[in-house]
């Protein structure tokens, strides 16, 4: 654990600490696998650090770090292959905000609809202009009787 981010033995002295943590003090494992996946992250080896977090269980903080990188679509295939339901939704509903926040409305719109919150479907619809109130509440009820 010693090793500089900068040096090219890092990520294997990492996964060496990782080792020797299981294997001599299972107990204190997870603690040191965690903080060798962040010390990765910190490192912009994103990829070994996320795969630690998984490894470990750490599902929904590994998604986070994908999203703090802009990493949206991996936080959402990772969020939605690991995390229970609504867990999963929480990662989709926060690129939904993200994509409202520099005016993507639609593909807002459609990750509302991903996740299953059909009253910001019709709220969102209402705000863009994309249609009448009738027009999206009735799209609502429409998905809301799918189910």
Same mark, same amino acid.
């Given at each position: 654990?010693? &090793?500089? !981010?900068?040096?090219?033995?890092?990520?294997?002295?990492?996964?060496?600490?990782?080792? %020797?943590?299981?294997?001599?003090?299972?107990?204190?494992?997870?603690? +040191?696998?965690?903080?060798?996946?962040?010390?990765?992250?910190?490192?912009?080896?994103?990829?070994?650090? %996320?795969?630690?977090?998984?490894? @470990?269980?750490?599902?929904?903080?590994?998604?986070?770090?994908?999203?703090? $990188?802009?990493?949206?679509?991996?936080? %959402?295939?990772?969020?939605? &292959? +690991?995390?229970? !339901?609504?867990?999963?939704?929480? !990662?989709?509903?926060?690129?939904?905000?993200?994509?409202?926040? %520099?005016?993507?409305?639609?593909?807002? @719109?459609?990750? $509302?609809?991903?996740?299953?919150?059909?009253?910001?479907?019709? $709220?969102? &619809?209402?705000?863009?202009?994309?249609?009448? $109130?009738?027009?999206?509440?009735?799209?609502?009820?429409?998905?809301?009787?799918? @189910?």
């Amino acid at each position: 654990m010693q &090793t500089a !981010v900068s040096s090219p033995n890092h990520y294997a002295d990492a996964l060496r600490a990782c080792l %020797i943590a299981s294997l001599k003090r299972p107990e204190t494992a997870i603690s +040191t696998i965690k903080m060798s996946a962040m010390n990765l992250i910190a490192a912009n080896r994103i990829d070994e650090g %996320i795969e630690l977090l998984v490894l @470990i269980g750490f599902c929904k903080e590994a998604c986070r770090y994908l999203q703090s $990188y802009g990493r949206w679509h991996d936080a %959402i295939t990772l969020a939605k &292959t +690991t995390l229970p !339901v609504a867990d999963a939704c929480d !990662v989709v509903l926060r690129h939904a905000k993200q994509l409202e926040s %520099i005016g993507c409305w639609q593909d807002a @719109i459609l990750f $509302y609809v991903s996740a299953s919150r059909f009253d910001q479907v019709c $709220y969102r &619809t209402m705000c863009s202009g994309y249609g009448s $109130y009738d027009t999206p509440c009735r799209l609502s009820d429409f998905f809301m009787n799918m @189910i």
